[in-house]
């Protein structure tokens, strides 16, 4: 039940998709109520009617919080070039500087000014007090763990699982019918026309008894705390009940030759290589590149079910 790779909570707005990933294993519902900690304080997130009434000393109904916020966001900037000119458009110059910029300068390693505008499309901001993370109408965790349904699913009589045995561009893939390829597109092509950046993350294991946090994710806003994160794992499991616990803080760093990369961060100068890369792969025959780092995007479990089910609906 422990999330290694961190918290990964199910959920999506494709019913194709939670419903195949129910072969598999037992869904229980779960709502992902994030908080975060700035200057000593514990605000819920994403930002909402709460957080705003809270982080300013008010007791605003909606539609006065709509008012202010628009009264506060930044009116110069028409179309954002970039993360803080469209968090500046959004929500203004304090609440920026608050929930997102230390946190976005660790996690990404850079300042916000040189990451692109859409990765706070992710975080959206509400005039309610609803403090569910997502907003898909599906949402929850596998009862018995992510493990299952790897189990279960390469259970099939027809499918042969190799172990140690990663891919090398050396292979003759022409004795293949088919190829899917999912590892990072740069590696494929053994790096030619340059590595693609990525952010990795790493953590620290602590156990204990009792309760360390009363939360599954609180977020640290702080630049000045080291660590992006804390995720307690018994949280994750309430249908469960542990006297001891396991928790977590994850540091974000650049990626290197040894780490796992996570987070593609596409920069400008990442997207004129993988340009290139993607050349090389349409002259290919036989062979599908899938999921984040073969197509170098941000994707979350539910977006790489669903286009796998696409791509066999259409081809198979």
């Known amino acids: 039940m ?74 110069t900037i028409d179309e954002p070039k970039n993360f803080e000119e469209q968090a500046m458009k959004f929500i203004g110059k304090d609440l920026y500087k608050a929930f997102f910029y230390g946190y976005t300068k660790k996690q990404w390693g850079c300042e916000p000014t040189e990451l692109p505008a859409t990765i706070l499309k992710r975080l959206p901001v509400r005039f309610n007090y609803d403090d569910n993370y997502y907003v898909n109408p599906y949402q929850g965790i596998p009862k018995n763990g992510y493990t299952e349904i790897f189990e279960n699913m390469l259970s099939a009589s027809n499918i042969e699982v190799k172990l140690n045995t990663k891919f090398d561009s050396s292979w003759d893939l022409s004795e293949y019918e088919h190829t899917f390829y999912t590892g990072p597109i740069d590696s494929f092509f053994d790096f030619k026309y340059g590595r693609l950046s990525y952010r990795t993350v790493y953590f620290e294991k602590y156990v204990s008894d009792g309760d360390y946090q009363g939360n599954p994710v609180i977020n640290y806003a702080d630049p000045e705390i080291s660590y992006t994160r804390v995720h307690e794992h018994k949280h994750f499991t309430p249908w469960e009940s542990h006297d001891k616990t396991v928790y977590f803080k994850e540091y974000s760093k650049e990626t290197l030759e040894t780490d796992v990369p996570y987070y593609p961060k596409r920069l400008k100068s990442d997207m004129d290589i993988y340009e290139k890369y993607q050349n090389d792969v349409n002259n290919l025959n036989n062979i599908t590149f899938l999921g984040r780092l073969a197509t170098y995007r941000y994707m979350d479990m539910h977006h790489v079910i669903g286009e796998a089910l696409d791509l066999i609906d259409k081809n198979y």
């Open 2 to 75: 422990i999330h290694k790779y961190g918290p990964h909570i199910f959920n999506t707005d494709n019913k194709e998709v939670w419903d195949y990933i129910q072969q598999f294993c037992e869904m229980i519902p779960f709502i992902n109520r994030v908080k975060t900690i700035y200057k000593g304080k514990v605000y819920s997130l994403p930002i909402n009617l709460h957080t705003i009434n809270q982080f300013f000393d008010k007791s605003f109904n909606p539609e006065e919080a709509k008012e202010f916020i628009n009264s506060i966001s930044d009116k």
